[in-house]
């Protein structure tokens, strides 16, 4: 019984800690998508949709997709299409509720460019997210993929 609580109770303290850390990634890292009931609205379940960001009264649903998506931009949400609907998954939050120990699941510092723009492994790649120029020259992050290693980038020569 008590290795339970204790199990519990340090899931319940890695889940916290993985929000502040995400709501500071995100103040930082997706330009203009950052609010507080945004970030706790993606920690009530591992998915959100459009429609919960309508539903919770932080935008209407234009901007509640555009919001969505720099999460997905800046590696926070991955974006999956199922049907006719799209699910915008926490990645961070999913792997912390079904690993059997919580481990370090904060986010990376992104690298640096020589131009100072930062890049993420998809974009070294060449295999960066669509968009405008100008986009993509202030805003990739690293994805972040099955813990903090998955969004290391090489140093650009």
Known sequence: ???????TTERIRAIRQLMR????YVRSEAYGAYSLELVELIFVQPYCRIKNVVESGIAQRQTAA????RLVSAGVLE???VGREKLFIN???????????????SFPAPER???????????????????????KARAPVPRHRGGPAAGAVAPVP
Do not use: C, F, I
Not at 66 to 69: D, G, P, T
């Open 79 to 81: 974006e999956v299409k």
């Open 1 to 7: 019984m008590d290795e339970t609580a204790r199990w």
């Open 113 to 135: 460019t020589l131009s100072g723009g930062v890049q993420h492994n998809e974009q070294a790649q060449g295999r960066g997210h669509a968009g405008t120029a100008a986009r």
């Open 66 to 69: 555009v919001y969505l998506k």
């Open 91 to 105: 990645p961070h939050l999913m792997q912390l509720l079904t690993a059997e120990e919580p481990g370090d699941l």
């Open 21 to 24: 850390e995400t709501a500071e």
